[in-house]
């Protein structure tokens, strides 16, 4: 039903950094929308002095003996600029199965030599390397300057878990996990992260087996127990590797009706269809409300027939994409107008710069 | 205890919040303003009786749920589904509303100044005297009145010549009516629905309704008045007979 999951994004245009309170009271606003056993946080701009590197983030099951494997395969393919154990503080209501880490990690480009995007598809290939092949061992984030805080608890206590009043972001994201057709764990908290991408979704893609087929295909792999993972993978493929704007990309993930392509003007009735041929197999079904974050843009969109709540609103250069107006307000009362977009269509917030 | 009953809401949960109310009730308060809400849900779900609620903020979702005769003045914009399944009673919003507003309604009647979301009216239902009504201001997104079998959504496009509507409209309806202000594309009836043009009687039908929903939000109901309306109902007494079963 639509009680499930509540979803929060807010993007400063102007680069103007946040701390996390602010994302943390929005969210547990909406504490009614999840059931305590996932929540999770994603900041732009969390590691100014490291953001020439990617941010890789591990849980470990035990770091004495996977890290060294990790490092392994990691030196492969570059170098370790720095790495910590990402601070925590014990919270009651979060136990810590796993140990959260961070390695700044900077790929070496001509190991992949035939790549348009080496470095990016160096750490693509790591991700997915040491998901399928190091048990004990879970990459959870993997962008530059991108920091991600999820574990199982309600959002108030994972964000106090990390401390994420001590980040400063310029879009940051956040989810409260209601889970409904796998158990909840660590793993299967959004946000889900991908290099650049980061994804928050309140619903379910029914048509996650063909799109995991789909993405496999490219060399993905699926390892979160969870459909959202397919969305931030089918971003990474559409706009990195395949060069598509955002728009045209919600356009083949929630295409119009083939009713509504039929009364469009012939020029775009050409690309429309073009991409629902094109893309088919991303096509992504069942009820969704989802926003995605990225170092250009902030975007967010539901499924065609609208099955999950979203709502917008604009303050100044900040422009804020939640399940509910209430979750706004909360970070922003001074916002005027809260609007609903329309379903299938996305909402998009761009840097200034 | 007073008559008026005043509740500040800052940071409260629902279920306080709402024990707040049922007190207030049963110590005999005729009115009760609660300041400060934001999100908490389920406000006056299942409240008796004729007291008169004013909300300044925005409720969370399912206002007024199983609701009973209770009156609730929201100044400001509702979430999902305020008057799901409400029985008898008023909810008047001064502002929009989030999907599904009247979900499954089955008495009272709901007015909203502004927009409401997709899915407006679904499963609005009637059952002898229990014939629930709706009326919106401004517009609606898709799916308006899914499901319909019964009561009367009224939607008058203020500000415009007529609502912005959207696909689906009545799809799947059964039983009721929607009565449109202004034109409606074909294009947007939904499977099973059928337009004709407003008779007389149901003039007579809507006039009550447009005058108290301009006293209100204090509008002048002539701007409603001479426009055409028309209505979209069941294209037959059982528009999906033999859909799901055979019949001999």
Redesign the interface.
């Known amino acids: 039903m639509i009680y499930m999951c509540g979803i929060i994004g807010v993007i400063d245009r102007s680069r103007q950094r946040m701390d996390g309170t602010g994302i943390r009271a929005a969210l547990s606003r909406m504490d009614e929308r999840g059931s305590g056993e996932g929540a999770g946080y994603a900041a732009y701009g969390a590691f100014p002095d490291l953001c020439d590197y990617y941010a890789l983030h591990i849980f470990f099951d035990n770091p004495h003996e996977t890290k060294p494997l990790v490092i392994e395969e990691l030196s492969k393919w570059g170098t370790i600029e720095h790495q910590e154990e990402i601070p925590t503080f014990e919270q009651p209501g979060v136990r810590k199965v796993h140990i959260p880490w961070r390695f700044f990690f900077k790929p070496d480009p001509r190991l992949m030599p035939r790549s348009t995007t080496p470095e990016d598809d160096i750490v693509m290939y790591l991700v997915m390397k040491v998901n399928t092949s190091i048990p004990g061992a879970l990459v959870y984030a993997s962008g530059k300057n991108v920091a991600v805080f999820k574990a199982s608890g309600w959002p108030e206590e994972v964000a106090d878990f990390y401390r994420i009043q001590d980040y400063q972001g310029y879009l940051w994201i956040g989810h409260n996990r209601y889970p409904t057709n796998t158990p909840g764990w660590w793993g299967g908290a959004h946000p889900f992260n991908l290099l650049n991408w980061s994804v928050v979704h309140n619903g379910e893609i029914t048509s996650y087996g063909t799109n995991r087929r789909y993405i496999e295909s490219y060399g993905y792999r699926c390892t979160m127990y969870t459909d959202t993972e397919v969305v931030a993978y089918l971003f990474d493929l559409l706009i990195r590797r395949h060069g598509l704007s955002i728009e045209t990309a919600v356009t083949a993930l929630a295409p119009p009706f083939w009713d509504e392509i039929d009364r469009m003007p012939s020029k775009q009735q050409e690309i429309v269809r073009a991409i629902r041929l094109a893309y088919g197999p991303a096509l992504m079904n069942g009820p969704f409300a989802i926003v995605v974050a990225n170092h250009d843009s902030m975007v967010g969109f539901t499924d065609r027939i609208k099955l999950r709540p979203l709502v917008s609103g604009e303050h100044g250069n900040r422009l804020y994409i939640s399940s509910e107006e209430a979750a706004i307000r909360t970070m922003e009362p001074g916002i005027e107008q809260v609007t609903m977009p329309r379903a299938g269509e996305p909402v998009i917030g761009r840097f200034l710069q | 205890m007073a008559e008026i009953v005043r509740i500040d809401a800052e940071g409260m949960h629902y279920t306080p919040l709402n024990q707040a109310i049922r007190a207030a009730v049963a110590a005999g308060a005729a009115e009760i303003t609660i300041d400060h809400v934001?999100?908490q849900?389920f406000i006056a779900d299942g409240l008796r009786g004729s007291v008169e609620i004013t909300i300044n903020g925005?409720p969370?979702?399912d206002l007024g749920m199983f609701m009973s005769g209770p009156t609730c003045i929201v100044h400001g914009?509702c979430?999902?589904?305020p008057g799901n399944t409400m029985d008898a009673g008023k909810i008047i919003i001064h502002g929009?509303a989030?999907?599904?507003v009247a979900h499954s309604m089955r008495g009272g009647i709901i007015f909203v100044r502004d927009?409401v979301?997709?899915?407006a009216g679904i499963h609005m239902k009637q059952y002898e005297e229990k014939r629930p009504v709706l009326v919106i201001g401004g517009s609606a997104?898709?799916?308006l009145g899914e499901y319909m079998a019964g009561g009367l959504i009224l939607i008058l496009g203020r500000k415009a010549a007529a609502p912005q509507l959207?696909?689906?409209l009545g799809s799947g309806i059964h039983g009721g009516k929607i009565i449109v202000r202004g034109n409606v594309d074909e294009?947007h009836l939904g499977v099973g629905a059928k337009k004709r043009e407003l008779s007389h009687e149901e003039r007579g039908e809507i006039t009550p309704l447009i005058e108290e929903f301009s006293h209100h939000f204090g509008l002048d109901p002539l701007q409603f008045r001479d426009e055409r309306y028309y209505v979209i109902a069941p294209a037959s007494a059982r528009p999906f007979a033999g859909k799901y079963t055979w019949e001999v």
Do not use: I, L, P
């Open positions: 934001m999100g849900r925005v969370g979702g914009n979430e999902h589904a929009s989030g999907d599904a927009d979301g997709y899915r997104r898709a799916f959207d696909r689906g294009k």
